[in-house]
């Protein structure tokens, strides 16, 4: 089983909203990200978690705050976005990050379509 | 240079034709590549991983890498309309410390399969 689960699958949100979006694996896997896609983009990375702590922050503006509560789940709290962070919102995980060549395949979760007003 | 470069098509291809895909990187000393499969307004679907030198067959889909050349590809045979999709090479291992390593995407390449 491979699956990683996010909720919600959409979310419409003003720019005065605070708003979380959720993401959970059951695989055991200790390495969780979050990525953020454009249309006709690749994704691009914006937070790490390895072994529950904050390992890679790509340099994401403070109105994203990420928030790892155990190895099973991933949040990313939202806050006073702007309507150009609207976006899929991807959550990963891989099964070990630092077994480079083994268990690093990355497994993504279906998305939450954010759409800020 | 671009750290993982893709041709952004489209590519066209008839069915039941093999479809290639090729990609290029900048580090040698990347250690695993990735091929997902993306459906318009859906998430990245692993296909294939490849860490050694030389073909890994799984189904209709051979994944090839020449890590001498820098150079990894997809080849889909018998292509079916289903494979209509984005593909994107995906490069683990770029430019970071052990442990912290960054999966780098190409900007994918847009396969049509005409019926």
């Known amino acids: 089983d491979t699956e990683v689960t996010q909720t919600p699958k959409h979310l419409v949100m003003g720019m005065t909203n605070k708003k979380s979006l959720k993401c959970e694996q059951h695989?055991?896997?200790?390495?969780m990200y979050w990525y953020k896609q454009k249309a006709k983009k690749p994704p691009e990375l914006m937070f790490v978690?390895?072994?529950?702590?904050?390992?890679i922050n790509e340099s994401v503006p403070s109105r994203f705050s990420p928030e790892c509560p155990n190895s099973s789940l991933l949040n990313l709290h939202l806050h006073a976005l702007q309507p150009e962070d609207s976006a899929l919102y991807l959550c990963?995980?891989?099964?070990?990050?630092?077994?480079?060549?083994?268990?690093?395949?990355?497994?993504f979760g279906p998305g939450t379509r954010l759409t800020v007003l | 240079q671009k750290e993982v470069e893709q041709n952004s098509g489209p590519l066209s291809v008839p069915e039941g034709a093999i479809a290639s895909l090729n990609c290029t990187y900048s580090?040698?000393?990347?250690?695993?590549f990735f091929w997902y499969r993306q459906y318009s307004g859906k998430s990245p679907e692993l296909i294939m991983f490849?860490?050694?030198?030389g073909d890994k067959e799984d189904g209709r889909f051979t994944a090839q890498l020449n890590k001498a050349s820098q150079y990894v590809s997809l080849l889909i045979r018998d292509s079916q309309p289903s494979d209509s999709a984005t593909y994107l090479c995906?490069?683990?291992?770029?430019?970071?410390?052990?442990?912290?390593?960054?999966?780098?995407f190409g900007t994918g390449t847009r396969l049509t399969i005409i019926p």
């Open positions: 990963a995980s891989s099964q070990d990050p630092r077994d480079r060549g083994r268990t690093d395949t990355q497994y």
């Open positions: 695989m055991g896997h200790r390495a």
């Open positions: 978690y390895s072994y529950e702590k904050l390992s």
């Open positions: 580090d040698r000393g990347s250690q695993s």
């Open positions: 490849i860490y050694s030198n």
């Open positions: 995906a490069v683990n291992g770029l430019l970071r410390t052990f442990g912290n390593e960054k999966l780098t």
